[in-house]
């Protein structure tokens, strides 16, 4: 690529960024980064109705989360700032002014609220009202009164809009990085609204005069975003500005494939879809997901790397990403594998950090008993535990029984394996672990398959009953793991203990 790569994520502060916004920003990171480019957060805020206090830094924390900051931006400025729309305001008028003053645009009286009739109107007869090349003659505009009238009427303080003077009867050829060309006819297309009563600019204008005034070469953006390619097309056309290359990412869909992902199947299914907490929304983050494992599943959700390939660094994704192999069609949200990629992350974790990231929760259970562990017996306890987890939310759930001595224990285990015979065998065990020295793993294994070989036993006789006695149930990683880990002393007091109960 010749050109300089410059590329840029440009949310509107609306609300919280929904994971399908994560992967447009993800792409444009992945973009900028394999082809030594700038990746630019620019802040769309010119729609004050919908501004939402806290959403920008909500954007910002998300992105540093994800571990893909953005080289420029609000805080991060250069000589292509400001990044906030709302900072810009100054400069989108004179952009219009210039587009009705070449004939490109035109000044329309008429604003949203008195065209509502004649949406009203039209709707009544089941059809669509259309500002456009049919009815513009018609309407109260710059085209159809005098130059005096329209000066006039502005002097007088009328509130007015400027529209784009959409050609009539064109064929226009769009180009998309992933969806190929695409030829409109421009008669189609109504008369947009650039610049607005309240002084400022439509997301329209204001969007191509940044991505031109920041000389962005690759606008990579969501699928809905299609519709409007037409119109900035011909605005870039209008200015005679070269446009950059266009790139529409596919919609991330339903779990069922049917429809776009919305917050409120997340709250049905029980999985977020923002990446940090919202209000009452639980983000991926707070739901225990680790940043690269999200990373690495919103790259799939609509990229492929043309092998089998699953798992990848950020760094491994910078390297292999292209635009071209991103596909046309929706990406359908998978909640179990986001799990299955979070399970990958964690087993790669080292087991110092999992159990710093443990022992709040482990002091929150134990409450006083916090003198029953210490860190390096909590690192062994997770080394055990973490092929069965995918979050370390689950370490307690399935190691509990390393920390505290089952209290009760899995009946229908004990119905199944607590034979007649089992206290008697289980009492003899009892000596034999006791002369132990050495009581680590390989030691207790040879010792205990001795004994059970010595007394013409099976193993299933011993090794169920033995399992439910020092976990309280079936489950477990490797029983003589479990007991080398708990100790001697531990081992045959829950031997006592289960022979008393039992
Ligand atoms: N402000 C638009 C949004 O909220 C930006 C669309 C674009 O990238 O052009 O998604």
């Known amino acids: 690529m010749s050109q300089k790569v410059r590329v840029r994520f440009a949310p509107s502060p609306t609300g919280p960024l929904h994971i399908g916004g994560v992967r447009t920003a993800l792409y444009n990171y992945l973009f900028a980064k394999k082809h030594n480019g700038t990746f630019v957060l620019r802040i769309e805020d010119t729609d004050q109705n919908r501004y939402v206090e806290g959403a920008e830094q909500y954007i910002v924390d998300s992105l540093n989360w994800c571990n893909i900051p953005f080289d420029e931006g609000p805080g991060k400025e250069s000589s292509y700032g400001p990044y906030r729309q709302s900072e810009r305001k100054h400069l989108y008028q004179k952009y219009a002014e210039k587009l009705v003053s070449n004939g490109k645009a035109y000044y329309a009286f008429y604003t949203s609220e008195t065209l509502d009739h004649h949406r009203k109107d039209h709707e009544a007869k089941g059809k669509t009202f259309i500002y456009n090349w049919h009815n513009r003659e018609k309407l109260s505009n710059s085209l159809s009164l005098s130059d005096k009238e329209t000066k006039a009427r502005i002097e007088a303080g009328e509130d007015f809009v400027i529209r784009f003077k959409t050609p009539h009867k064109e064929t226009l050829l769009l180009n998309d990085r992933i969806r190929g060309s695409i030829s409109i006819d421009t008669s189609l297309l109504d008369d947009k609204v650039l610049f607005k009563s309240d002084g400022m600019p439509t997301y329209h204008l204001a969007n191509i005069v940044d991505d031109h005034l920041m000389e962005i070469s690759h606008v990579i953006r969501g699928e809905e ?98 635009l071209d192999r991103v596909h046309k069609s929706g990406a359908r949200f998978d909640p179990e594998k986001t799990k299955w990629y979070n399970h990958q992350y964690l087993q790669f974790q080292n087991d110092d ?48 029984y390393f920390f505290l001595a089952p209290s009760t224990f899995n009946d229908k285990a004990a119905k199944k394996h607590w034979k007649e015979k089992t206290p008697e065998i289980l009492s003899q065990l009892i000596p ?21 070989a010595e007394q013409g036993l099976s193993f299933g006789m011993v090794m169920p009953p033995l399992r439910l006695v020092i976990v309280g149930d079936l489950k477990g990683p490797h029983l003589f793991d479990i007991m080398a880990l708990i100790g001697k002393e531990e081992t045959i007091s829950r031997l006592r203990k289960a022979l008393a109960t039992l």
């Open 225 to 322: 975003w299609l519709p409007s390619l037409a119109l900035h097309q011909l605005l870039y056309d209008a200015f005679g500005w070269e446009a950059p290359e266009f790139a529409h990412l596919p919609l991330i869909m339903k779990p069922t494939g049917k429809g776009k992902l919305s917050k409120r199947d997340g709250e049905k299914m029980g999985f977020p879809v923002f990446p940090l907490s919202w209000g009452e929304s639980v983000g991926y983050r707070e739901a225990g997901y680790f940043p690269e494992a999200v990373v690495n599943f919103l790259a799939l959700l609509g990229w492929n790397p043309g092998d089998e390939q699953e798992l990848f660094s950020l760094q491994e994704l910078v390297n292999t990403f292209s």
């Open 353 to 400: 950090a999992l159990a710093e990231s443990f022992i709040p929760l482990l002091t929150k259970e134990l409450n006083a008993e916090t003198a029953a562990f210490n860190s390096d017996y909590v690192r062994q306890v997770v080394s055990l535990i973490k092929e069965r987890a995918s979050f370390v939310h689950e370490f307690w759930e399935l190691s509990s």
């Open 432 to 452: 034999v672990l006791e002369a132990i020295h050495e009581f680590d793993v390989s030691v207790i294994e040879i010792t205990c398959k001795n004994w059970i």
